[in-house]
């Protein structure tokens, strides 16, 4: 068209032609926009018997929250004495040759920090609590075990002779070049010393899901996440609004509807251990699925819920597992001696006992809002 011919044009065609590659250049920016633009994204699935709720700010949140699903997935697989994994491999070579577990799944490093919790509370907590965990089967059809088959059991308990040793090796990974980088990995050779010893991660593995889930804030483009698996909630990043992340707090009574308290957190990883979660009742008696492993039998320390909070730099591989670990440990060894192995870790809890009252850790207690009523904190007048 000719610049003759275009001054012809009527005013309204010659104003369409001026304003067309204004509105390209527009929608080019609004659609990059919207691209690059963080957004709030909500994925509900589920997982190790479990509801999983993923709540992600960013660019690509969509993609991010259903890798997670996937890596959530593969850690069930790894870490359940139920499925093909290497849990399973070490209860099947139980009393005989070692297993090897490499760096490319969780499960050495996980149970070598666990080992050390297992430890450190004495054996409150003990994963090799198996053939304790199978006879009583909270998770199918729960019963009370007879007397001497849980002796028998509860024999094969001890996570002193589940045996790890560790060694360093190169792995070559390849680059788009054509070319490899070597990295240091590490192998573990883990085995359970006696025939019959089983390892049982439930106590754990919520909260290391949590853990797994965590690692999306690394990812491009994402700048905050709430991921909520069972009573484990992990809590990374920021929000929006760049205010603290709210956290409910469940009301132990089974009458009661709503929130105990609420709790306001910069991150970190929170879990909490209930009696009212899994239970069953025989002869006027109320069990829960909260075992003493020094005994056999469900725990009988005072406490009705405990939550454990693992603050932002932790020292651990894996706070969320550990906050996990924490809140079933010290469900089992009470207020007094559950208080002392936080502070060895410097974790923070909240622990509510038979008669009420509510004991909070000095690092909580401008953190938590008591909402329920019925309750008193220790301490207050």
Known sequence: MTEKSKARLPKGKRAILILLPLALVLAGLAIWQFAHREREYQLDSFAMGSYVRQTVWGREPEKAAAETVQRIGELEREISWRRDGDVAKIISQAGGEPVTVDESTATGELLEELLELCERSGGALDIT????????????????????????????????????????????????????LDCLGTRYRVSLIEPGMALDLGAVGKGAACDEAAELIYRGGISGMVASVGGSVCLRGEKPDGGPFRVSVRNPKEDQTGSLGVLELDGGYISTSGSYEKYFEQDGKRYCHLLDPRTGYPAESGLVSVTVWCPPGVDAWWPGALSDGLATACFVLGTEDGLELLESYGAEGLFIDENDVITVTEGLKDRFTLTAGGYSLEGDG
Do not use: C, I, Q
Not at 141 to 164: I, N, T
């Open 129 to 180: 609590l198996g053939p304790v965990t199978r006879l009583w089967d909270f998770d199918g059809e729960p019963r009370l075990p007879d007397e001497k088959e849980l002796e028998k059991a509860l024999a094969l308990v001890d996570y002193r002779k589940l045996s790890m040793d560790s060694e360093e090796y190169l792995y070559a990974v390849p680059n788009e070049d054509g070319s490899h």
